[in-house]
């Protein structure tokens, strides 16, 4: 996506959220929302140095991504409650184009806010911009084999289980067998259209 994209909003009223670009100027929103998942996410996340969980650390990573966007590489939203709270966060990385038009997308959320289906509709919400405004034609997915909550949010999106990538990256401190999943553009046309 080429210019300036921090005017994005992506809502979904029906569960009450609102998907917006991630800046520095939430580093602080952040921040709270990564101290409040850090218990609950930490055996699907890789080990991070205490710097991480810091305001300069999130603006840090806020300022990279911001430059990652702006050079078509990554994206990261942040999902939002109509009320402005931050309660998860999204995001498309390692995006390649050329004749491969892909990227990977991964997400979390606070665990207060879980089991409720706004992960599933910022993920379908995220998959829609993917296809249509970044013009990607694949979306990859990889979990933990034992993340079922994550499982049964890609699979409602529509994402096709692709196999099982061995040792593929160091979570809680482990190299760990990942399972792979896979959306095309025309998976989500399809379902949009009713077809399948």
């Known amino acids: 996506m080429t210019g300036d994209w921090s005017g994005l909003r992506l809502h979904d009223t029906l569960r ?101 289906g706004r992960m599933t509709a910022a993920v379908r919400l995220t998959a829609a911009f993917a296809f249509r405004s970044l013009d990607l034609h694949r979306l990859q997915a990889v979990i933990l084999p034992g993340n079922d909550a994550s499982r049964r949010v890609l699979e409602k999106v529509g994402f096709q289980p692709e196999g099982l990538a061995r040792r593929l990256l160091q979570i809680d401190g482990r190299w760990q067998d990942h399972r792979i999943y896979g959306l095309l553009a025309e998976d989500l046309k399809a379902e949009a259209d009713g077809s399948s």
């Open 16 to 116: 009450d959220l609102c998907l917006a670009p991630l800046t520095p100027r939430h580093a602080g929103l952040l921040l709270d929302l990564r101290l409040r998942s850090r218990e609950a996410n930490s055996r699907y996340e890789p080990l991070r140095d205490e710097s991480f969980y810091t305001l300069d650390g999130q603006r840090q990573l806020l300022l990279q991504r911001t430059r990652e966007a702006v050079r078509d590489r990554a994206y990261l939203l942040g999902i939002f409650t109509a009320a402005g709270q931050l309660i998860g966060q999204l995001t498309l990385s390692n995006v390649v184009r050329g004749a491969a038009q892909y990227a990977d997308i991964g997400y979390g959320m606070d665990p207060a806010w879980q089991g409720q």
